[in-house]
């Protein structure tokens, strides 16, 4: 019973670590990679079973049942090869020769497997059961060999490509490379020692090991899903540039950050994009839209080095500092030149003006926007009287 108790107890570990890959009905289909790791999961959990009423029909001594049960024991064994070899190919997300040659030569070792239990009812090549004891043939140490010699080269590419690589894939083979390398060991171990339950506490190692690393690819997934929603939700859809949400986190940002005395010097500059209702009567709202990232992009293009927002139908906002507002005198004034070309070029027009943080003065941030809104209101009468003469 004591062989037993480790499938038994593997079991129960491999159930609680990866319930997740275990589950009958996912929240969620799988994709080919979580296909074939749930698969491989699932042949190690026949194993364990396997392996535990192995421990439990060699106490019998009762010839039949434990041949049997060896026969499943090796079968099984080969599944888990081959499973873990298919979930391997897919895992290393490089359709190279190698994972060709690593997914196909598990099929042939789990074929090998079975070509040889076939045999072995016939004349015992590979063990045999006498008088309620199991006895391993030469076979049997030719094949766990081969399934050592199989997982160890696998260990030294992926530790290799490990130490060369520094993309994502780096993490990847780490894993194959550890876990290759612990079925070495502890296939080593069982066919030395035939009645100790090694290859069930290598399997439940590598299964944790690679729990651990499957975890924390899951991790960056959902990270960078949470990061491309949250991205999306700070972006105006038109223009690309950053929404009114966005917006008032930045206001609340800038605000902490004057409450804390840690900013002193910015500029707000307000935009107001001109003639946009006379557009969107005349030429119809898809040419409004054009009008709109016209102006967006000529906003950014000029204020390159500052978040810009849209925080209205045709206004925008960007937030100056460092180089930006070092120079944003120039800036502006370039702008505003920028824009009376294009008044006369019949191009977009946009009203400009800004303002800067007094520390002295300035209680919150609306108060520098006040005075910047109303210097952009006043930069377009003055375009409209350009417009006039």
Known sequence: MYYSSIGILAIFVHLIINREFLRIKPEKPYNDEEKRYAGFLWCVMVYFL????????????????????????FFVMAGTVWTWSKFLASYLKKDNIFSRIVDWSGLILFILQVI??????????????????????KIRYIVLCTQAVFYALISVYAIVVAVRTKDNSKSHHRAVGASALIMTLFITLQALFPLMPFYAIG???????????????????????????????????????????????????????????????????????NNLKFVNDNYGHDAGDEYIKSASNMICQRFKHSPVYR???????????????????????????????????????????????????????????????????????????????
């Not at 040889?116 to 043939?137: D, H, Q, R």
């Not at 400009?352 to 941030?365: N, P, Q, S, V």
Request: charged letters at 30%.
């Open 116 to 137: 040889v239990l076939i045999i072995n009812i016939f004349k015992p090549i590979m063990f045999t059961v006498s008088k309620g004891v199991y006895y391993p043939a």
């Open 50 to 73: 396997v392996d535990a009423i192995w421990g439990c029909m060699y106490e019998t001594h009762v010839n039949f049942l434990i041949y049997i049960s060896t026969m499943l024991f």
């Open 311 to 389: 925080i209205g139908g045709d206004e925008f906002v960007a937030i100056l500092e460092e180089d930006d507002f070092r120079y944003r005198k120039l800036l502006v004034e370039t702008f505003d030149r920028e824009v009376e070309e294009n008044l006369m070029d019949g191009k977009v027009v946009i009203s400009c003006g800004y303002d800067d943080f007094d520390i002295d003065k300035d209680l919150c941030y609306d108060d520098v926007f006040k005075r910047a809104d109303k210097k952009m209101y006043d930069r377009k009468m003055e375009l409209k009287e350009i417009v006039i003469h």
């Open 203 to 273: 399997c439940l190692l590598t299964s944790c090991m690679l729990h651990s690393f499957i975890y924390n690819d899951k991790i960056v997934e959902i990270s960078h899903e949470v990061g491309v929603v949250q991205s999306a939700a700070y972006r105006d859809p038109l223009t690309g540039v950053k929404n009114k949400l966005a917006y008032l986190e930045a206001v609340k940002n800038i605000e902490k950050r004057m409450a804390e005395k840690k900013l002193a010097k910015y500029s707000v500059a307000v935009f107001d994009v």
